[in-house]
């Protein structure tokens, strides 16, 4: 079955560095996918999206990279602050596909 | 600014006692979904619904879990008798097509003792 799946569930890096969390999914029937940040004590928000016509997508600070050929999508942070620190999930998206979103990947900021 | 409103946002409970979380999408958004979340599985889908009507419960145990929309406005997930193992964190989330972004609640932290 499809599974959309994050590499490493703890990413620790120093405040300025540049974070990069990877996904990898397994199916290509529909590629579309959405990372959300959940901060302590919230629910988890969107961030970025992007949709299979495309190899990268930017936003404040963030870009996303979709390696079709692969399977293989990352999320990439500039000069990460302490208010990036949170859990990233990506998710799957478009058509019927129901969002799902395993553990995530904790990004913690060191000072 | 239009957000999912969840209660309680917190709840501690004794084995066996009967709990009821309730969800507020935001007007509008025909989809919702309940999630729970725990440090080991992560966040699970339990149930969604597609304007008011129930698609896919099959992440929810039968026999204790229930999830209804009696109205677009309101959304309730019901756990009946509750477990210890049912100690997570519940959220709902709502949106305007399954598959697109949503919306999240703050959730609700349910303890049961």
């Known amino acids: 079955g499809e599974s959309v799946g994050l590499h490493l569930p703890t990413l620790s890096v120093q405040e300025g560095d540049n974070s990069i969390i990877n996904c990898a999914y397994s199916?290509?029937?529909?590629?579309?996918f959405i990372w959300y940040k959940q901060e302590s004590g919230k629910g988890p928000q969107f961030i970025i999206d992007i949709r299979s016509n495309m190899d990268k997508r930017q936003g404040q600070r963030v870009t996303v990279l979709l390696n079709k050929t692969v399977k293989h999508l990352s999320l990439q942070i500039a000069a990460t602050q302490p208010g990036d620190s949170a859990v990233y999930f990506c998710?799957?998206?478009?058509?019927?596909?129901?969002?799902?979103f395993g553990r995530g990947t904790s990004l913690i900021v060191h000072p | 600014d239009a957000r999912v409103t969840q209660t309680p946002r917190h709840k501690v409970t004794e084995m066996g006692q009967e709990v009821t979380m309730r969800c507020q999408p935001i007007?509008?958004?025909?989809?919702v979904f309940w999630y729970r979340q725990t440090m080991m599985q992560g966040l699970e889908l339990l149930a969604y619904f597609r304007n008011r009507a129930p698609l896919d419960d099959s992440g929810m145990p039968k026999d204790r879990f229930s999830a209804e929309m009696p109205d677009a406005t309101l959304a309730t997930l019901k756990i009946q008798p509750s477990e210890p193992r049912d100690s997570a964190v519940y959220f709902c989330a709502s949106g305007f097509e399954e598959g697109f972004e949503l919306f999240f609640g703050e959730g609700s932290r349910l303890t049961v003792l």
């Open positions: 998710a799957r998206g478009g058509g019927s596909y129901i969002p799902t």
């Open positions: 007007l509008g958004h025909n989809t």
């Open positions: 199916n290509s029937a529909s590629d579309y």
